[in-house]
């Protein structure tokens, strides 16, 4: 498409199906996390939340050349969010490795490409459904990165802090879940 014409009708199509089917592969890719977890005797629950886990809405997207038109398309799922109840803290780099190995088997079997950065796990804790923090990505604790300088970072392996982050809890609620 040339700078400053406005987007077709069927490329609008093309990018409506391109999101539903990033949507598609991403909600995969969590039934194939969610069953690796599942094996774990402290896992409780999972649960996907966030966009992969709603019916797409329509909004001007950050692209230049539909933004510039202010033509509305699907949202843009960005990656997984999963939360999982665990009863304890000690499996999280056992967690974090079936993980990496549930989405190595989906892109083995299916070809679906989706890395281990673009799965959020936050855990929460069963009794008091009290979010912990997410699992950390990197495959080291601490990773010396700069993320691994945020308070409270890594003094359980593998449990990453984020800074100013706080936990909605309505983002569980049946609706967004």
């Keep these: 498409m040339s700078a400053g014409k ?3 009708a069927d490329r609008i199509a093309d990018e409506n199906e391109m999101m ?3 949507q598609r592969e991403f909600r995969l ?6 069953s690796a977890f599942a094996e774990f005797e402290a896992v409780r629950k999972v649960v996907l939340f966030g966009s992969v886990a709603r019916p797409l809405k329509k909004e001007i997207p950050r692209f230049k050349k539909y933004r510039r038109a202010r033509q509305a398309i699907l949202r843009e799922c960005k990656d997984v969010d999963l939360a999982v109840w665990l009863s304890g803290l000690s499996l999280l780099q056992r967690l974090q490795r079936a993980k990496g190995r549930a989405l190595n088997g989906l892109f083995e079997e299916r070809e679906i490409g989706v890395v281990h950065h673009q799965v959020d796990v936050f855990l929460m804790e069963p009794a008091s459904d009290r979010y912990l923090s997410r699992l950390c990505t990197f495959g080291e604790c601490p990773k010396g990165k700069p993320e691994c300088y945020v308070k409270d970072c890594g003094a359980t392996s593998f449990l990453r802090q984020h800074g100013d982050f706080v936990f909605k809890r309505e983002a569980l609620s049946p609706a967004a879940s």
């Design 6 to 8: 406005a987007p077709t």
């Design 29 to 34: 890719a969590a039934e194939y996390v969610a």
């Design 20 to 22: 539903l089917r990033r």
